[in-house]
């Protein structure tokens, strides 16, 4: 089978490995892919946004298949588009991505089917804002209405701050909405919750915790990731069935009473409280670096159950997981998640030795000359498996120092919170 791959990241290299291992895999394209998609796939400079021309390239080269990695084409409406033109694709329609392009909408649905979220009020101007913080107090959340490239929420402290953020908003900071949604602050510990959902049925995809913030101990500003483990021990299986049973199954249910039912992965994000789970967000894709660390432990063909999924016999497929426990850290340029700079040699990059439970996923990287370059923020994810979590980092931290790349930099401290727990991981 020709399988068409879209996006750049960490994430889809981790996809196109496991895609690329499938007897079922024939080639792979990716749109655009990285330095590490080159490896195993054809990468594609095509602006998949262009739906017209993207159709054109997968006739002319017979791509049977397409995976979507990122948000911004499902939310566009890439899946209707390819779907009525009888292309084969694994991700959501438009309808349903909105579950992750609209954060008023997914809100609409929590309350209109008593999912436990954070309390909120949908704002549309100053005077609905000022409603809110009159009857709650900080600190609060504003987060804007569409997709904002990670940078649509604030937590505040102050109502001023709140005031600001909104008053941006509403002037129309972000282009894809001038709405906004104002919640509570939940307190507890955030993890997330991955599925595999087809129109017939969905299966549990595994658990992670991500490090949003840029500095140890959780400390600067938030990233896109600096790090993930899985399994996510927070939740254990009374916290699952409650996701399940009070947050995933009436979502599903909803979308399907529109007649929109869901197709793809379903990232859902949590904060977990007193063994209690609340939905702090959507995404409707794989999460980026939660993917790096669940795909290692996947024992099932990826290719297999991402076709099976685009058939809606998901229910046929029984999923096999490794028992191993899994982590990932992010080489991130120095300056990220501010300016940083573009075009550095990874000089080292090739004398790595790694083992057979290492993996090193490319995000911003590209080949030149035989040379490997950074091209963005997140530049490399190592990621390793193993029995203890303690011992994972200790190794992923041991091939980063050899690569000793002098314009990155990580966190050392991935899974503390794991670590710190488990009296084994400490001997
Ligand atoms: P989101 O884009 O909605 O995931 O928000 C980004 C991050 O902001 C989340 O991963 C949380 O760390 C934090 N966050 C969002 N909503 C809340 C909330 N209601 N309470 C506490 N933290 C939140
Ligand atoms: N790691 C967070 C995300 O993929 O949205």
């Known amino acids: 089978m020709n399988i068409g791959l879209i996006g750049s990241g960490g994430r889809e290299h981790a996809i196109c490995q496991k895609l690329h291992s499938s007897s079922l895999c024939k080639k792979i394209f990716c749109f655009p892919g990285n330095a590490g998609t080159e490896k195993l796939a054809t990468n594609i400079d095509l602006n998949v946004l262009n739906f017209k021309k993207f159709l054109r390239f997968i006739k002319l080269h017979c791509i049977d298949f397409i995976v979507v990695g990122p948000e911004e084409p499902l939310v566009k409406g890439l899946v209707d588009f390819l779907e009525k033109n009888n292309i084969r694709v694994f991700g959501p329609n438009k309808f349903a991505a909105k579950l992750e392009g609209s954060k008023a909408f997914m809100k609409k649905i929590c309350k209109e089917n008593k999912i436990p979220t954070a309390k909120f009020k949908i704002c549309k101007n100053k005077s609905q804002v000022l409603k809110f913080i009159k009857k709650n107090h900080p600190p609060l959340v504003v987060k804007a209405d569409g997709l904002a490239a990670g940078k649509g929420v604030s937590i505040c402290k102050t109502n001023n701050e709140v005031l600001k953020i909104s008053e941006e908003i509403f002037k129309g900071k972000f282009k894809s909405s001038k709405k906004l949604v104002l919640e509570e602050f939940l307190s507890g510990e955030e993890a ?67 007649n929109k039912h869901y197709k793809g992965f379903l990232y859902v994000g949590l904060m977990i409280k007193d063994n209690e789970p609340y939905l702090i967000e959507y995404n409707v894709r794989m999460g980026d670096p939660e993917c790096q660390v669940i ?78 370059l950074s091209q963005g923020g997140r530049v490399l994810n190592f990621s390793s498996t193993g029995k203890n979590f303690l011992n994972i980092r200790k190794n992923i931290l041991k091939l980063l120092r050899k690569l000793n790349w002098k314009h990155g930099f990580y966190r050392k401290d991935i899974g503390w919170r794991v670590i710190k727990k488990n009296a084994y991981n400490k001997r």
């Open 295 to 372: 795909l290692p432990r996947l024992k099932s063909d990826l290719v297999k159950i991402l076709y099976q999924a685009t058939n809606n016999k998901l229910n046929n497929i029984n999923l096999k997981w490794k028992k191993n426990k899994s982590m990932t850290v992010v080489l991130c340029t120095k300056g990220y998640p501010g300016k940083y700079q573009k075009n550095k040699i990874i000089k080292n990059f090739h004398k790595l030795k790694t083992g057979r439970n290492d993996f090193i996923y490319h995000a911003g990287t590209k080949l030149e000359n035989n040379e490997l």
């Open 192 to 258: 997330s919750f991955f599925l595999l959902v087809d129109k017939n049925t969905f299966k549990y995809f595994g658990t992670a915790q991500d490090h949003k913030r840029v500095g140890e101990k959780d400390k600067g500003p938030n990233t896109g990731g600096m790090g993930a483990y899985s399994p996510a021990p927070i939740i254990n299986k009374s916290v699952k069935r409650k996701i399940i049973n009070k947050i995933v199954k009436p979502t599903l249910k909803a979308l399907k009473k529109k």
